[in-house]
RNA sequence: UGCCCGAUAGUAUAAUGGUAGUACGACAGAUUUUGGUUCUGUUUGUCUUGGUUCGAAUCCAGGUCGGGCAACCA
């Protein structure tokens, strides 16, 4: 019964050099800088990575590409191990660039014995304004003759700290005149007297990024080395450098990076709204990393899902953010324990309810998985909280809920008419009155009458509070970093935060990583950082589907 | 006015020279004690101009549009 599958481009090309002996295994990396958190858009990074090797039985390395410890902290490596394994991946190493310091300093040394490196004195705006420009060639530098042994001295004083930062660079000796810049001498290793947060204070002199990233490769023996599109010009560098040393030759392989519809991906933005307080940190439930998302209530699969769904090309793509929702939507639906809570409370009294009696009706936790869902009491009485957006005044047209006159189910329980409202000094409805149909009771149901609308409700006698908070999108525009300042188009209501919302009794024994609906609401977990004893708060993870929504808007 | 990459419904993504399909969305309907779920149906597409071919989304050439490249960042 196997469904045709077709193979995205970076699949097709491994089965293809499986099947023609060009690779024997695969093994792949995920190799995150530890400067940031993880976000939607590295989790698609991993999706594949890992993908691609556990598809023919091969493995995947977590490797920190930390060569720059200027920016970088083992506060993220922590955070990214943690993120990665959540989403339910288990690499093979957990390897770090610089575990290769020794190693690629020999490298080094090699390309100068070979000709092929020379350490400049040029500075850093020298080096920039010989470089020339994409159609301008660049100029040699003075300094790019010096022999073997003067490079192979200067080299080992810059490493044992003879020099101050900047004052010399080792640099690659190609073509000056390249119309790649990347391949217009470009610089292998730069001095930095800065402690390295693995290697400490051993080292003053740190390899850039292309003359470490694909060294690692190969010293792990990756076949297949797939990165994003910006890193396709790097290509003949890394071929090059690998080409030169004589050593195990992975390939490079580059896709589109994930864009997201009211979203921004880049870490230096992501940053920046931590930094500058527009939210709450790294892991706020509005931003879109892993860490925020699982405290939103994200679930990984529904993560695994909407990666497998937005494909993989080369092509420029930015996608709906809908398409998240959906596939989180999917996967709680399945899942979630159903709940009554009211976000709006108004008070509805029954007034035809014998005073002081009370029932408990049974209601399911799952309607989606009856047998595994089971049930559970729900106390009921002539006092309960609706929804204050369950009532209309004035019903619009196909209003199916309250309004004077008209019938609902309670949800598990009765149908009551409403008979009567009660408004404050200020004009606002503070109390519905309603009779109910006592033959109508839930599972006995002998009244004959049909309602069109079910509505939820909590007993108030029984009912607890907690703190719910509600997330919209954190930007209001499709595109913020289309044009202008992307911190412009912020919602400034991406946050609402209900601090008394009325839950069923049962709400008191929700326990982290419990997942909910609320009935007719939304889909709405434990937030476990804000919470504490006695005071629970609870994420929105996304709404529900709102058709109603959709049937106003018309008009 | 250099080099590299890309272009299929609104958004993604298939079709690997042979009927342009799928998902999300939108729209319409059925079911429903969640205006949820589920189910059914409808709608919308090969950037352009030539060429090769019995046949082109696919191969070739020109054009157009979009993205990337000039950090001692990754």
Known sequence: MSEEKSLNFLEEIVADDLQTGRSTNVHTRFPPEPNGYLHIGHAKSICLNFGLADDHGGKTNLRFDDTNPVTEDTEYVESIKADVRWLGFDWEHECYASDYFPKLYEFACALIRKGLAYVDDSSSEEIAAAKGTPTVPGRESPCRNRSVTENLELFEAMKTGAFRDGEKVLRAKIDMSSPNMHMRDPIMYRIRHVHHHRTGDTWCIYPMYDFAHGQSDSLEGITHSVCTLEFEVHRPLYNWYIAKLGIFPTRQFEFARLNMTYTVMSKRKLLQLVQEGFVDGWDDPRMPTISGMRRRGYTPLSIRNFCDRIGVQRRENIIDVGLLEFCVREDLNRIA???????????????????GQTEEMDAENNPEAPDQGGTRKLPFSGELWIEREDFMEVPAKKWFRLAPGAVVRLKNAYIVRCDDFVKNEQGEVIEIRCSYIPESRSGQDTSGINVKGTIH???????????????????????????GDFKNFLNPSSLDIISQAVMEPSMAEAAPGDRFQFIRKGYFSLDEKLSHSGHPVFNRTVTLKDGWAKEAKKG
């Not at 324990?337 to 005073?355: E, S």
């Not at 909590?458 to 525009?477: G, Q, W």
């Open 337 to 355: 324990l159903r709940r009554m809570v009211v976000l709006d409370p108004l008070k509805m009294v029954i007034t035809n309810y014998p005073a």
């Open 457 to 483: 409700w909590v007993s108030a006698a029984t009912a607890i509070r907690a703190e719910v908070r509600l997330y919209d999108r954190l930007f209001n525009v499709e595109d913020p970093s289309a044009e």
